[in-house]
């Protein structure tokens, strides 16, 4: 009986030396791998849970780093001076670590809000483009921002250098560092969306009715760009880009090698937005489109 009690103990002690050890293990990993971050919000509460009626544990001043472990929505969750608790999106800069260096190995990558091919397009990225890879989810690169957005590209287009991450300095000097707070031509797209199905009328430039160049026009006022009246004339503002170089809200233009006559907006992934004709009005056209393949001329960055 004596002997069963002891074996019983000791396996007891065992599984809980064994629980303890994988817990400090785990806990040492989440912290190892954690990024650092700093409190932007003049005094911001250190919350016992990531809600706005939890225990406040500690209040951090304004730059006090950090140590991130984890993120919830809008909440992470941080390490300060042997406490742990939650603290608001909102008043946390968070500087993420990078896992490598990646390389466009495609003349246009798509910047994605979402590891998702269907999510919006936030910027695009050319051929030999370095971009700072943050994190990996399945198939998908999250890469690094100017203001933290969520960015991501397929894996599949990167070669990545996980090297790099480790020797920083120069290995980092030529990464570009994204831009993707909702640019201009995004913003340009976003409104000239709204515009969809509305009547093409020749000679018109306004919602009431649009020929393609009054619609551009008309679009590119809103932002307080002005543009001239006709294809052809809106053709010489700018500067000319290349096909394979195309940007969101850039104008593309068609027509012959003598003479322009029609215009849109590249909206991304290959398509373009423009008051096409009196049977489909303002519409998406995808530049693939064997006449617009054909009749390709120009392209010209406004912006």
Same mark, same amino acid.
């Given at each position: ?30 912290? !190892?791998?954690?990024?650092? =971050?700093?409190?932007?919000?003049? @005094?911001?509460? &250190?919350?016992?849970?990531? /809600? $706005?009626?939890? +225990? ?107 090297? !790099?991450?480790?020797?920083? =300095?120069?290995?980092?000097?030529? @990464?570009?560092? &994204?831009?993707?707070?909702? /640019? $201009?031509?995004? +913003? ?116």
């Amino acid at each position: 009986m004596m002997m069963t009690g002891l074996k019983k103990l000791l396996v007891s002690v065992s599984v809980f030396v064994l629980t303890l050890c994988l817990w400090t293990v785990s806990t040492y990993a989440e912290e !190892a791998s954690g990024n650092t =971050g700093t409190i932007t919000g003049s @005094v911001v509460n &250190l919350r016992e849970e990531p /809600s $706005t009626s939890a +225990k406040v544990l500690d209040k951090l001043p304004k730059g006090t780093e950090v140590n991130v472990l984890s993120s919830s929505d809008v909440w992470y969750k941080v390490s300060y001076d042997g406490k742990t608790g939650w603290v608001h999106g909102d008043y946390l800069h968070v500087v993420e670590k990078t896992i490598g260096i990646g390389t466009v190995t495609v003349d246009v990558l798509n910047v994605r809000s979402k590891p998702d091919v269907t999510s919006d397009v936030l910027s695009q990225i050319h051929k030999g483009t370095k971009v700072a890879v943050l994190t990996q989810s399945g198939d998908w690169y999250k890469i690094k921002t100017t203001d933290g957005t969520a960015a991501w590209v397929a894996s599949e287009y990167l070669t990545l250098d996980t090297s !790099a991450a480790s020797r920083g =300095g120069d290995a980092e000097r030529d @990464v570009k560092i &994204l831009d993707v707070s909702t /640019s $201009t031509g995004q +913003k340009i797209v976003e409104y000239a969306k709204k515009f969809m199905g509305v009547k093409y009328v020749y000679g018109g430039t306004s919602p009431n009715g649009f020929d393609c160049s009054g619609f551009v026009q008309y679009v590119f006022k809103h932002f307080g760009i002005k543009l001239n009246r006709t294809a052809a004339d809106q053709a010489k503002h700018g500067t000319k880009v290349s096909k394979s170089e195309l940007e969101i809200g850039d104008l593309v233009f068609f027509g012959s090698s003598s003479y322009i006559n029609h215009v849109g907006i590249y909206i991304g992934n290959g398509k373009f937005i423009h008051a096409e004709s009196e049977r489909s009005g303002v519409t998406i056209t995808n530049l693939s489109e064997s006449y617009y393949a054909r009749s390709y001329v120009t392209a010209r960055r406004i912006l």
